[in-house]
T-cell receptor
Framework: GAGVSQSPRYKVAKRGQDVALRCDPI?????LFWYQQALGQGPEFLTY????????KSGLPSDRFFAERPEGSVSTLKIQRTQQEDSAVYLC??????????????FGPGTRLTVL | EDQVTQSPEALRLQEGESSSLNCSYT??????LFWYRQDPGKGPEFLFT???AGEEKEKERLKATLTKKESFLHITAPKPEDSATYLC???????????????FGKGTLLTVNP
């Protein structure tokens, strides 16, 4: 079956530009997560959605980062006025169940963002 | 704050040479410990979830074990296709209720030479 998909796979932005990264989770999955992975590091949590509700955005590094999931399926991570330190791979993950249960998070291939 | 430390950072093996990867963790209460495999340019691929000390899980040449302080990923008779970065992550219980996000280690880069 189809897994988590992300687009674009690669994005090059000039410093100061706005970017939008898209995530299509596995159909029917309730939970959706965004992580940031710097080169040579493990993924770091950014934000979490249960259906359309953003329940935790504690990992977003600044107010330039904004995420939404308006209909409870596709999600978009937007970064305004990009900075060089935003360069990283942005990973999306989804899981079938809600926050009260432990279940596996399935990851997409990621979007590699390079800010020049 | 939850912490995950993986060792070694990199490991080079000959085909057929068995070894183990270590994941040490500190959490307020463990809900689950996860192992993922990540190939270059790809997202993490799920391998195992362990929930309590003493638990073991196996998949082909891989076996994951869990104690109260650490987890091991044992690789038996590895093949070149096992080369990847192996990531360990914890999901914890904490008073804030944020018991769903994963906290990852930096990973172990495994290279298996033919």
């Amino acid at each position: 079956g189809a897994g988590v998909s992300q687009s674009p796979r690669y994005k090059v932005a000039k410093r100061g530009q706005d970017v939008a990264l898209r995530c299509d989770p596995i159909s029917g999955h309730v939970s959706l997560f965004w992580y940031q992975q710097a080169l040579g590091q493990g993924p770091e949590f950014l934000t979490y959605f249960q259906n359309e509700a953003q329940l935790d955005k504690s990992g977003l590094p600044s107010d330039r980062f904004f995420a939404e999931r308006p209909e409870g399926s596709v999600s978009t991570l937007k970064i305004q006025r990009t900075q060089q330190e935003d360069s990283a791979v942005y990973l999306c993950a989804s899981s079938p169940l809600g926050r009260t249960r432990t279940d596996t998070q399935y990851f997409g291939p990621g979007t590699r963002l390079t800010v020049l | 704050e939850d912490q995950v430390t993986q060792s070694p950072e990199a490991l080079r093996l000959q085909e057929g040479e068995s070894s183990s990867l270590n994941c040490s963790y500190t959490v307020s209460g463990l809900r689950g410990l996860f192992w993922y495999r990540q190939d270059p340019g790809k997202g993490p691929e799920f391998l195992f979830t362990l929930y309590s000390a003493g638990e073991e899980k196996e998949k082909e040449r891989l076996k994951a074990t869990l104690t109260k302080k650490e987890s091991f990923l044992h690789i038996t008779a590895p093949k070149p296709e096992d080369s990847a970065t192996y990531l360990c992550a914890v999901q914890s219980l904490n008073s804030g209720g944020s018991n769903y996000k994963l906290t990852f280690g930096k990973g172990t880069l495994l290279t298996v030479n033919p």
